[in-house]
């Protein structure tokens, strides 16, 4: 594993000469930057000067600043450049910016160093060693190859190298049985605030019990629901409690790969979010009268609140509950599109209503849970176990007949 760089130092080196006597470089400091030594001036040793420091500053500057001119060969672009101009331009129009630079951010750790034509498979196995997961080692040089592909196209340098990704797990096969979603759902609503081992009355998971029952019975991801509004909005999705139908993408949001369609709610769910939308916040506080949720609905705005807001994310109370529920860490709040699905195929749906449902394929619902289906196979396993029905074949010598016969005709005159 590479050792980790100090990143450029200012230092002192000697005055020295060549062995044919001419003088190599003055007395002075220098950058030292990856074993290469730069000019920073003269000064005092141990004092580096103000000159000295501006010289400093304006290489880091410019070595960590994004490339801007093209056609650099690999050797040219640093890792941490083609990082920043990544960062910088497609990031921010990411749905989560924020995991995406948090990602990146482990990537510059190892590779910030680095350039284009360091990389290889042993330095990507290497990085890999050194993450706590494979999945998470893989998504993050995902973001690397993205980061280095964009760079490629926009035509900063001449040459991408490839990014060795350890294996894609297979597909997670775990889903919730009613009871276990049930008692998730319950341990989420009777969730309590705690403090220094004490538990107080203040519940902290009703809007993950909210969370959980639209995610489960919309097979809608995590990100959608926890973005979702409760009227339509500007660059989220909504819910139309009018027509009974999930929005799940904004007006004018960029479409991915991901999808995203309408779903029709169910009824029974349909009834709760109408409920939330004109039920009064329960508000347990000491001061009422300064908090700046009276009046509030529990879906004011969106679908999932909390202290007013959006939920950006549901992780940490989602593991608090799955721990109460008796639940393995296998649970995660993905399960839920998992379980949807298993429960369309398990209650025999059509297949083209389940895969319009959850915003798939009609062959990546069969590929992945047809076997749930109550059809899967079936005349398959009951075929295999009848005897074969012998079918009456034309006689060989009537057969030749009939084809010497066919041969002394003409189709056209048959025609006319």
């Given at each position: ?15 020295s000469?060549?062995?044919n ?18 000019c ?24 960590y ?11 040219d ?29 482990k990537?510059l ?44 196209k ?32 319950w341990?989420a ?21 909210r ?42 949001a ?23 939308s ?10 009422r ?43 995660t ?11 369309l ?5 059509d297949?083209w ?26 005349e ?37």
């Amino acid at each position: 594993m590479p050792r980790t760089s100090k990143g450029p130092l200012l230092v002192w080196r000697e005055e020295s000469w060549n062995k044919n006597g001419t003088l190599r470089n003055k007395a002075g400091s220098f950058i030292w930057d990856r074993s290469t030594f730069l000019c920073a001036g003269g000064g005092e040793r141990g004092r580096p000067g103000i000159e000295t420091e501006k010289a400093l500053a304006a290489h880091i500057a410019d070595k960590y600043s994004p490339v801007r001119e093209h056609g650099h060969a690999a050797v040219d672009v640093l890792i941490a450049q083609v990082i920043h101009l990544y960062l910088n331009e497609v990031a921010p129009a990411h749905v989560t910016p924020e995991e995406t630079a948090a990602r990146l951010d482990k990537i510059l750790d190892f590779f910030g160093e680095m350039t284009l034509a360091d990389i290889n498979g042993k330095l990507c196995r290497s990085y890999v060693a050194t993450r706590s997961t494979e999945a998470a080692a893989r998504r993050e040089l995902e973001d690397l190859r993205a980061a280095i592909n964009y760079c490629r196209k926009e035509g900063y340098t001449t040459a991408a190298p490839t990014i060795s990704l350890p294996e894609k797990r297979a597909a997670r096969e775990r889903w919730l049985t009613r009871g276990e979603a049930a008692a998730l759902i319950w341990a989420a609503w009777r969730m309590k605030q705690s403090w220094r081992g004490q538990e107080s009355d203040r519940r902290t998971g009703r809007h993950l019990a909210r969370f959980i029952l639209v995610a489960l019975y919309t097979g809608t991801r995590s990100g959608a629901v926890c973005g979702a509004a409760i009227r339509p909005t500007e660059g989220r999705g909504y819910v139309d409690l009018d027509s009974g139908v999930f929005h799940r993408r904004g007006d004018g949001a960029k479409r991915t790969k991901k999808r995203q369609p309408p779903v029709r709610l169910p009824d029974r769910l349909l009834a709760h979010l109408r409920r939330w939308s004109r039920t009064d916040l329960d508000i347990k506080t000491k001061g009422r009268c300064k908090s700046a949720n009276i009046g509030r609905k529990i879906s004011q705005d969106f679908v999932v609140e909390w202290n007013g807001r959006p939920v950006k994310s549901i992780k940490k109370s989602f593991r608090k509950a799955r721990i109460i529920a008796g639940l393995g860490p296998d649970v995660t709040p993905h399960i839920f599109r998992h379980t949807a699905a298993t429960w369309l195929m398990q209650a025999g749906t059509d297949l083209w209503q389940a895969a319009g449902f959850l915003g798939i394929t009609v062959d990546v619902l069969v590929d992945i849970y047809g076997h749930h289906h109550p059809d899967f196979q079936i005349e398959a396993a009951e075929n295999i176990t009848k005897k074969s029905v012998a079918t009456k074949a034309t006689k060989p010598s009537k057969l030749g007949e009939a084809q010497r016969a066919n041969a002394d005709v003409d189709p056209l005159q048959e025609l006319r």
